[in-house]
């Protein structure tokens, strides 16, 4: 199994930009709804840090409640986009589960835990904060851009037996987001604050900025990153 993608899914078609020297930790970046791992892939290429593996799967192709029915890459389905809106509770935790999965073969690939950092935007950030949260494993740290936490109402309660309490999230959105609202943004960094280490929270907020990335906000992921994953 060790080094065998295919045992796991979504390792096998995943865009992995390799470091250009020996490496020592990895970033596992999601997508948003309806995207790829490409873009996300060359955005990581041009804040690459020499050490570190940046490792960006696709979602599986599903119905989208919130889009009709119609079937593009989502981790989960989404029936809404406020915090009352119903849940795919179970689809969240299977996703959850897949890419705890890619963690681990990592991790028997020689990456420890501590060293490994998840991070995503829109729906894939607020998968890579859902699967940090439940993950016994301890993490580097997560990125959250322009995102929410998924089934917030189950914490704290469902980070009880989480390794993570301690873990630095960097959290950024932008302030005239029309998808999902900076205070949706305010109110999940918040909500986080008691899940974890209130002090390891940074929420930073960019004006102008819709629901995208801009640089100023890459510099600080880079930052973040680097922090976070120093070369050893």
Not at 47 to 76: D, E, G
Not at 110 to 129: D, E, H, K, W, Y
Not at 181 to 206: C, D, H, S, W
Request: proline share 8%; aromatic share 6%.
């Amino acid at each position: 199994m060790c080094g065998n993608n295919m045992s796991v899914p979504l390792l096998a078609e995943a865009v992995t930009v390799s470091g250009t020297e020996k490496e020592t930790a990895a970033v596992i970046f999601l997508h948003g709804l309806g995207d790829s791992g490409h873009g996300w892939a060359d955005t990581m290429t041009a804040i690459q840090l020499p050490h570190v593996k940046y490792i960006c799967p696709h979602a599986p192709r599903i119905p989208v409640t919130l889009n009709m029915k119609m079937t593009m890459p989502s981790w989960f389905d989404l029936m809404g986009l406020s915090p009352d809106s119903p849940e795919d509770e179970a689809g969240i935790k299977r996703a959850a589960e897949n890419i705890k999965a890619i963690i681990d073969h990592e991790v028997k690939n020689g990456i420890p835990a501590n060293r490994v950092m998840l991070g995503g935007f829109s729906q894939g950030g607020a998968l890579s904060l859902y699967t940090a949260l439940t993950c016994q494993q301890q993490l580097a740290g997560v990125v959250a851009l322009s995102c929410w936490l998924p089934l917030h109402k189950s914490f704290p309660q469902a980070a009880s037996t989480s390794g993570n309490r301690d873990m630095p999230i960097l959290q950024c959105h932008g302030e005239m987001d029309p998808m999902i609202p900076v205070q949706f943004g305010a109110m999940t960094a918040e909500k986080l604050k008691i899940i974890v280490n209130p002090q390891k929270i940074t929420f930073r907020t960019y004006p102008g900025l819709m629901h995208s990335s801009c640089p100023q906000e890459m510099a600080a992921v880079k930052e973040f990153i680097e922090k976070q994953l120093p070369r050893i």
